[in-house]
Nanobody
Framework: QVQLVESGGGLVQAGGSLRLSCVVSGGTFSLYTMGWFRQAPGKEREFVSVITGSGGNSYYANSVKGRFTISRDNAKNTVYLQMDSLKPEDTAVYYC???????????????WGQGTQVTVSS
């Protein structure tokens, strides 16, 4: 059974940076496409970024393009989300997810972490 554990969230001022990590266990990490999603209070979960198993291809939501960077270290079974130039509207619970296809749709991911809170103050 695949397990995902996120870390790295916290409180940061607007313009600041955070780096989220997600450690995956229980599967062959390099076979998984990894995605990051977020959910703000009162809103639906939304796609943030995705990266292929090899790390050779990635994609971002328009709202974070140019500010966030997804990466992975297959030797450490870990995917990262570097978040720079943070804005108050980035405040949300951030989730990592593991799937088999390169997708922006949450329903294509079968395993999810518990989430980590990111709060950006103005």
């Amino acid at each position: 059974q695949v397990q995902l554990v996120e870390s790295g969230g916290g409180l940061v001022q607007a313009g600041g940076s955070l780096r989220l990590s997600c450690v995956v266990s229980g599967g062959t990490f390099s076979l998984y496409t990894m995605g990051w999603f977020r959910q703000a209070p009162g809103k639906e979960r939304e796609f943030v970024s995705v990266i292929t198993g090899s790390g050779g291809n990635s994609y971002y939501a328009n709202s974070v393009k140019g500010r966030f960077t997804i990466s992975r270290d297959n030797a450490k079974n870990t995917v990262y989300l570097q978040m720079d130039s943070l804005k108050p509207e980035d405040t949300a619970v951030y989730y990592c997810a593991a799937g088999r296809i390169f997708s922006t749709q949450a329903e294509n991911y079968g395993s999810w972490g518990q989430g980590t809170q990111v709060t950006v103050s103005s």
